[in-house]
Structure formats: structure tokens, C-alpha cells
């Protein structure tokens, strides 16, 4: 599979949301959407492995990897994420299609499928809940906390972008994400590096680092959760999404999460390994997805053809 990749470039207002695809012209539509501050090649060592019946569209989520940043004075949020996959799912001329997504990918996977039920056949959430609920007690809290810090990142003089060595850059990445291997680290930097005079700088854009100001409540994650008609997988790391929560607060809505998926009969397991279990031992995770793939996607969808 690794000679069938190729790079995508979907327009869209503000420049292009750029990714990779693997697979065969033909193959069933897999879409994969990384985690904050990621890129696409998270998904480097995890496709290759997987029914290569499929055709899998990586992408790299706007102000990540080599997609376009968003316009001055806009806020990061799931829904605007939502909406730029719907884009892209439509320049592609996707009808049915399922959805891999690793930690906040899951967010914005899991919600375009409460929001697109017809169009997805199945989801993956890899270390990732489907939702991300904020005690309604702190959401007036968060969401000032988010215009705060895009107000005070637009008043700076300058907004310049720290140039590191090769070197340094890896060892930036690492200590701020202890979960990736160096192999990983790596392969992430290769969509995540842009190489200016006297170094590199990381391509994404500071403001994803902000505060999501969008925010919903348990009781509304709950009743997404319900508009959720294709088969879900829920694949959680031992070591994983429950130790790098940013707000504590939402460590004791995961249980309820979980149980509402398995009171529809979706499964969920966990695996040994940390938040990127799937970059760094993709075999670990593969032997779930593939199954799951195979059985609620791939054995129905022979008689379907599926052009991309």
C-alpha cells in the first residue's frame, strides 16, 4: 500500500485543507481525522495494516500539518472542524464513508456523525470518548477564558514563531507530547515542520492552542450521542485520554460516556500503550479496527462500488 499513497488538496475559502490518501481508486471511503496538534501522518503506521479493500483520506485539520491556517480573529472550535469535513466530503463526492478518528478527531468525528447519520457507516474512536462534555458550572468560565486568550494573542506586537534546529524541534515535540516514541515524533514532523531561514518552525497555528470556546454539557454530549446510527468502536489505551484530560472536571463524565455507547450495543476495549498507541504499536490497535472494518463495512458494501 505504502507505493499508493498520494497527496490531497481541497479547496476551501480561506486556502486548502491538504491530507493523504492510500489505497485503491475504488475502495471503500475511510476517513481519518487526527488528534490536537497532530497531523495526518498519525496515521502513517496504523493504514498500511489495515484491509487494503479500502481507500483511507487522512487529513490534516485546518491550522495543523499543511493545510491552510484560519483567517485573522476566528476561533478553533469541533462544529468549525465539523463543517471542513463536510467540505472536504463533498468536493470528494462521498455518499457513504467511515470515519477513524484519534483523540480530538474523535470529538470531530463523532459529532459529524450525530449530525450526518446517513452519510457514515461506522466509527472508530481511538483513546477518545466521542465527546468531550464541560460541567455546565465552568462552561461561562472556559468560554472567557478562550476570548481572552485570542484578544491578547491579536494585542501582541509581534507574533513571531520560535525557529528551532532539526534537533531541537523533535525534542520540543516530545516533552510536550511525553506519549510519542521518537520514531513517532518523526514521522510527525514531517507534515509539522516548515523549514525558514536558520531552522524550522512548526506549521500549525498557535491558535489551537486556545481554549475550544464551544462548549457542550453532558446532557447535550448524551443526546448527540443518540443521533448516532452507524456501528461504533470505541478502542481506549490503558495508559491513555484519561491522564491528559485539561480539565479535571470532565474525567467523571467518561464512565456515562462509555455506558451509553455500550446500551446500544457498541464495543468498546482497551489496549496496552498510552494516548498514541495507534503511531507508535499500530499492531496493538490493528487486529479491533480491521475486524470491525471487515465486519460492518467491508461484508456489506461488495454489491456498493465507492469512487474517490
Known sequence: M????????????????RGKVWGPDHGYPVLCLHGWADNCGTFNTLIPLLPKECRYVALDLTGHGRSS?????????????????????????????SIIGHSMGGDIAAMFTALYPEA??????????GFLPTDSTEISKVIRQGMDQMLQFENKAEQKKRVYTYEKAVERLMAVNPTLSERSAHILLERGLVQV???????????????????????????????????VLVVLSEEGYDGIFSEPAQKKFTSTLLQGFRDRNHTVVTVPGDHHVHLNKPEVVTPFVSDFLRAKVLSRSTSRGHKL
Not at 505504502?2 to 479547496?11: C, G, T
Not at 457514515?120 to 470518548?129: E, G, K, Q, S, T
Open 197 to 231: 531561514e536558520g531552522g524550522f518552525v512548526f506549521s500549525r497555528d498557535l491558535r489551537v492552542n486556545f481554549k475550544n470556546i464551544l462548549r457542550i454539557s453532558l446532557e447535550q454530549s448524551l443526546e448527540m450521542q443518540s443521533r448516532i446510527h452507524a456501528s
Open 2 to 17: 505504502a507505493k499508493e499513497v498520494s497527496e490531497l488538496s481541497v479547496p476551501v475559502p480561506w486556502g486548502e485543507i
Open 69 to 97: 491556517h484560519r483567517p485573522p480573529g476566528v476561533f478553533y472550535s469541533c462544529p468549525a472542524y465539523v463543517v471542513d469535513v463536510r467540505r472536504v466530503v463533498d468536493a470528494l463526492q462521498l455518499k457513504k464513508f
Open 120 to 129: 457514515v457507516d461506522a466509527l472508530v474512536l481511538v483513546d477518545n470518548y
